[in-house]
């Protein structure tokens, strides 16, 4: 399971709260990622980190934050949730598969509910 | 923007039978093309993935085809099990970007 936690692993919460979704690793990976997943759009990237306090946004980044303190946790965060960010949220991390390739690796999703 | 296009969106499949998912790109600069096998309440797998430097990869039951030129690949599971009933994605990302680009998945039934 490529040593993923998610927490909460479900949420529900009203239109205009924070939110902070966490994700831990503990096998010490320098690049996490966080994902969406939506009914007839696959997984799309939200935002992906690179090294400590090193973070990019990916293709559906507005209304979402992210923030690396430490390497074994991102922390995703919806600064005012909206009924378009219901979604299963997914973290991922990358690593050195057997054929030497990097390979991408997920967790076991949140599923957030905004009402 | 799809830049994957991933089809068909379910699939029925009769034990024993081949599964044949089928997947286009758009990016001539993708270099990277895996699958994800997902089961309901689970995070995507990594099923097997193939560079565009070989036609054809295959592990197991599980072969991917890629065609190059017409800028597409496929997933063919042989001997398809009740097991095997799951949601398929195919993806691509852009070398050293890691950004991966999925298609919309397929959701396949096994029956037995």
């Known amino acids: 399971d490529a040593g993923i936690t998610q927490s909460p692993r479900h949420k529900v919460t009203e239109t205009g709260t924070p939110v902070t979704l966490r994700c831990h690793q503990t096998?010490?990976?320098?690049?996490m990622y966080w994902y969406r997943q939506d009914p007839g759009h696959g997984l799309r990237l939200i935002h992906y980190?690179?090294?400590?306090?090193?973070?990019d946004k990916g293709e559906v980044s507005d209304g979402y934050s992210v923030s690396r303190s430490k390497t074994e946790d991102f922390l995703l965060t919806l600064e005012s949730a909206t009924s378009s960010q219901t979604s299963v949220y997914f973290c991922?991390?990358?690593?050195?598969?057997?054929?030497?390739?990097?390979?991408?690796?997920f967790g076991p999703g949140t599923r957030l509910t905004v009402l | 923007q799809q830049q994957v296009k991933q089809s068909p969106q379910s699939l029925i499949v009769q034990k024993g039978g081949i599964s044949i998912i089928n997947c286009a790109y758009e990016?001539?600069?993708?270099?990277?093309f895996p699958w994800y096998q997902q089961f309901p309440g689970k995070g995507p797998a990594l099923l097997i993935a193939?560079?565009?430097?070989?036609s054809e990869k295959k592990e197991g039951r599980f072969t991917i085809s890629f065609n190059k030129s017409a800028k597409q690949f496929s997933l063919h599971i042989m001997d398809s099990q009740p097991g095997d009933s799951a949601t398929y994605f195919c993806?691509?990302?852009?070398?050293?970007?890691?950004?991966?680009?999925f298609g919309t998945g397929t959701r396949l039934q096994v029956f037995p």
């Open positions: 990016n001539t600069a993708f270099d990277y």
């Open positions: 980190s690179y090294g400590v306090k090193d973070t």
């Open positions: 096998e010490n990976h320098r690049y």
């Open positions: 991922a991390i990358r690593k050195s598969g057997t054929s030497g390739i990097s390979e991408q690796f």
């Open positions: 193939i560079r565009p430097d070989v």
């Open positions: 993806a691509a990302s852009n070398g050293g970007t890691d950004k991966l680009i």
